[in-house]
């Protein structure tokens, strides 16, 4: 297999400054040693005005074999029929993305010393690839890699033969990509990209494949159309895989989206000291990584985080009235969606009737802090086969969220981008779909009550909205409407005549088909880092 990249230069910034970034001479040919063949790297052209470096992977098929290449998952699909002679010695595939990242190490992490700013700009590029197997055809190709800055994405179907034109096209196309690009974002793309174009490993896709696609996905995977596929094909179908990293990908964008760090959108809940569980007060966290409890706490009239008086606090009261609400339906089997550091989890396990209950928050520190709060460590063997607490983005579907009698979305939905509501919508109501779901929102009109929030402010610095009565009851009417369900209304916490209630709360009921649950019944509690992928598998295949 072959492959070309190109760039051009000036006297003041030569071409040949290739050789500088990819750390290879320009005057010399090179060969290197890889896992199932030999990769040499050599400049057909080398002036100020153009270079070319080339890389020729030979691969020694016998050494694929004996290495267990096509046996058990992620193997190359035409090895299944041939073993021998097949097209893993000439077609792009994840031989040549091991290779590049061999081979060119250093210039996949950017690193030049010799010429940091080149290294660390954009330059005038031009890959070519012979042979790409593509799966799904030169338009899956463009969809791949249109999106990535590209400024010409040329994808040519190679015939089956020449000779024979009326047999078609093969499965494999030419590839040309132009454009202005970092030379090690052209590297990264490449690394992943081939192997899902190829949708194929030549090697067990392990978990630490994860770390891989995160790395050399960093600054364009969290955002790209296809995330959802590549993600899939990348991991070899290994759907545990695939929504561990999707959910590590969704606290990406959600860090992009706030322009902070992932660490801060991680770890955006201040631990409260675990109490004994009487006594736990703490804030929550949300999809959004928001705390949820922090002013509710208090009361109005008090944002200091002064003892309230002997009055339940808001938060207090809240989870009492979706523990009414969830009796009231019968449920035994509950889902806490956005379950923070585990109060409400705490609560439903202190009550029989909940046989199963599951928390899931996209935060991995939330649940850290929920599992020390819930002394998993600690728990009985009974007590545990009640409780699961697992990783998650409630935008997107999950097959193991279905099936269960009640959800709860407790100071959820306003830490969610109002496009993004559908999505946790259609997650929701429309795929997992449970018997009961109870959803509190705050309630805005009541904001006039809290004397320490400045007018016009929202109760957390996250929120991304604050509803009154009228608007939180347009919405859930939509929703009940849209997905087959009934709903009522019940005020949480003081009603005041005038602004009514600090928290309102809808509680839907299913008025069609529900799905049925399989695997969720008996679980051990484990803390794991899955989440759900909403977009289809294939966009072609």
């Known amino acids: 297999m072959f492959l070309t990249i190109s760039t051009t230069g000036t006297p003041e910034r030569p071409a040949t400054d290739l050789g500088f970034l990819l750390h290879k001479h320009p005057d010399r040919a090179q060969t290197f040693s890889t896992s199932h063949g030999t990769a040499h790297v050599l400049y057909p052209e080398a002036s100020t005005e153009r270079c070319t470096a080339a890389m020729l992977l030979e691969i020694d098929p016998v050494a694929l074999v004996r290495r267990g290449k096509g046996k058990g998952r992620g193997g190359a699909p035409d090895a299944a029929l041939a073993q021998y002679v097949n097209d893993r010695p000439y077609a792009a595939s994840s031989l040549l993305a091991v290779a590049l990242s061999t081979v060119f190490k250093s210039a996949l992490r950017g690193v030049c010393t010799a010429l940091p700013e080149r290294a660390a700009n954009p330059l005038p590029l031009r890959i070519e690839i012979p042979a790409v197997p593509a799966r799904g055809g030169a338009e899956l190709v463009r969809a791949l890699f249109g999106p990535l800055g590209w400024a010409s994405v040329r994808a040519e179907p190679v015939p089956l033969d020449e000779r024979f034109p009326q047999w078609g096209d093969s ?119 928001g705390d949820t409890e922090t002013r509710d706490a208090t009361g109005p009239g008090d944002a200091t985080g002064a003892a309230p008086s002997k009055e339940a606090s808001l938060a207090s009261r809240r989870r009492e009235a979706i523990l009414t609400a969830l009796r009231d339906a019968g449920a035994a089997s509950v889902l806490d969606l956005g379950c923070g550091q585990g109060q409400l989890v705490q609560a439903l396990l202190k009550d029989v009737r909940f046989r199963h209950i599951v928390g899931v928050d996209v935060s991995v520190r939330a649940l850290t802090i929920a599992a020390r709060r819930l002394k998993l460590d600690r728990m009985s063997e009974r007590q545990a086969e009640r409780v699961t607490l697992t990783q998650g983005a409630l935008t997107y579907t ?99 005549p005038e602004v009514g209630p600090p928290t309102q709360m809808a509680v839907f009921t299913v008025t069609g088909p529900r799905t049925t649950q399989t695997t969720q019944t008996t679980q051990t509690t484990q803390t794991t880092q899955t989440t759900p992928a909403r977009r289809k598998e294939e966009k072609a295949a």
């Open 171 to 289: 499965r494999y196309v030419q590839l040309v990509l132009e454009g202005e690009l970092r030379l090690a974002d052209a590297l990264r793309q490449l690394y992943i990209l081939l192997p899902v174009l190829d949708d194929a490993k030549h090697y067990w896709v392990a978990p630490d494949e994860v770390d891989k696609l995160l790395r050399a996905g960093e600054g364009w995977l969290a955002e790209h159309p296809e995330q959802q596929l590549i993600t899939s094909r990348y991991l070899a179908r290994r759907w545990g895989l695939t929504r561990q990293a999707m959910a590590r990908l969704e606290l990406v964008r959600l860090a992009e989206a706030d322009d902070i760090d992932v660490e801060a959108i991680d770890n955006a809940v201040e631990e409260t000291p675990v109490e004994d569980a009487d006594g736990a007060e703490g804030g929550g966290v949300t999809e959004d990584g």
């Open 398 to 496: 999950d097959k193991r969220l279905k099936g269960y009698d009640a959800a709860v979305l407790s100071e959820v939905i306003e830490h969610l981008d109002p496009p993004r509501l559908p999505a946790l919508e259609y997650a929701v109501f429309g795929s997992a779909r449970p018997g009961t779901v109870v959803v509190t929102t705050p309630n805005v009109e009541y904001n006039v009550r809290w004397e320490t929030l400045p007018a016009g402010h929202v109760r957390h610095g996250d929120h991304r909205f604050e509803w009154t009565r009228a608007e939180f009851r347009d919405w859930a009417g939509e929703v009940a409407r849209r997905h087959g369900y009934d709903v009522t209304y019940r005020p949480v916490g003081p009603d005041d």
